[in-house]
């Protein structure tokens, strides 16, 4: 007996590949994608990091090859991360022209171009001795706090040093009460008017960091819960989101990326501007760890997880799977 229903049958719009693929409502293209990279100073060869199989630490001759991988690609961008071999209180290394980063940065803007985009991360937790986000004071209690309006000032200075050596975007990503405007308006002081702000404007006080933490050698002890948001709250973090794009955010960023969809979701209906997030080391070494043993498929959970970050309303992603999901897309799951 025939069903009586058989004139709405959704089924048929996934009847094969093809069909699936003509009516697919989310796509990932890998100019979407940026890859994070770590570049150490003093290096001779790549590093290994433990905790985050198949990345690694670069030198520089390694991040200037996997640049040239980033282009042939089709990557929207590569992140940059120094790691130095020296720290002191205040972070100097982050605006010394010599420093690893700012190498770093003139060396792979050497080798792409303008073919993508450059991009670098803009903090001071990798080139701290305290390993936190800014520098510290005592308040009027006697207790050590991260002074916030003393981190502008050292934000300023290191965005127009990375606009100098060659970063087409800048990625403050502190979480310090007016940091863009801050950076805004010294960059553009400086003549680096088109220099694009990638604002982290919702980083949350994740445990996802974890993998991270290895992989810049982070010196931090305790936790940065004073400046990232809480977990637990999301129309603060629309409240971040919207004064990092009066302040002149050209793009916003939700971080981590897959505990936080609803809150990708929520910022891309409040705001004009595109919205990137952050599937970050600790999300991605679940996946690996997890495929490692045998519980999952690596590659279709990668996609998965990507696509659905899409789907909340994200504009593009960091994800440290870019280039591996890049050839995905082009060759099809290995």
């Not at 809480?230 to 793009?251: C, F, M, T, Y």
């Not at 919205?275 to 070494?285: F, L």
């Not at 996609?303 to 659905?308: A, K, N, R, Y």
Request: glycine letters at 10%; proline letters at 5%; hydrophobic letters at 40%.
């Amino acid at each position: 007996m025939q069903w009586a229903g058989s004139r709405r049958r959704p089924r048929r719009l996934r009847a094969t590949p093809a069909t699936r693929g003509l009516v697919r409502e989310t796509r990932l293209d890998p100019g979407q994608l940026i890859l994070p990279v770590f570049v150490r100073e003093g290096l001779s060869a790549p590093r290994p990091i433990t905790s985050m199989p198949g990345v690694v630490q670069h030198t520089l001759d390694t991040l200037a090859d996997t640049a040239a991988e980033v282009v042939t690609a089709g990557l929207g961008g590569i992140m940059l991360f120094g790691v130095p071999e020296t720290r002191d209180a205040t972070g100097t290394g982050a605006d010394d022209p010599e420093g690893i980063l700012n190498v770093a940065l003139s060396r792979v803007r050497g080798v792409v171009g303008d073919d993508t985009l450059v991009m670098a991360d803009l903090c001071l937790d990798e080139f701290t001795d305290h390993g936190h986000c800014g520098v510290l004071s005592t308040d009027s209690g006697g207790r050590t706090v991260v002074d916030n309006d003393a981190t502008l000032q050292r934000y300023a200075a290191i965005a127009v040093a990375q606009a100098r050596a060659g970063a087409h975007v800048v990625g403050p990503s502190g979480m310090m009460d007016g940091q863009i405007g801050v950076i805004r308006d010294a960059l553009d002081a400086a003549g680096y008017t088109d220099v694009v702000i990638l604002a982290y404007s919702a980083k949350y006080a994740s445990g996802f960091y974890g993998p991270f933490r290895e992989a810049v050698g982070s010196t931090l002890t305790g936790d940065r819960a004073t400046y990232q948001q809480d977990p637990g709250n999301i129309v603060e973090s629309l409240r971040e989101v919207e004064l990092d794009v009066e302040q002149g955010a050209d793009i916003v960023m939700v971080k981590p990326a897959l505990p936080y969809l609803d809150v990708i979701r929520a910022v891309r209906e409040r705001v004009d501007v595109p919205v990137c997030a952050y599937q970050v080391s600790g999300e991605y070494a679940q996946i690996e760890a997890a495929a490692a043993n045998g519980w999952i498929d690596r590659d279709r959970v990668a996609l998965e997880t990507l696509t659905s970050i899409r789907r909340a309303g994200a504009t593009s992603i960091l994800t440290y799977y870019a280039l591996h999901v890049a050839g995905l897309l082009r060759d099809g799951p290995r």
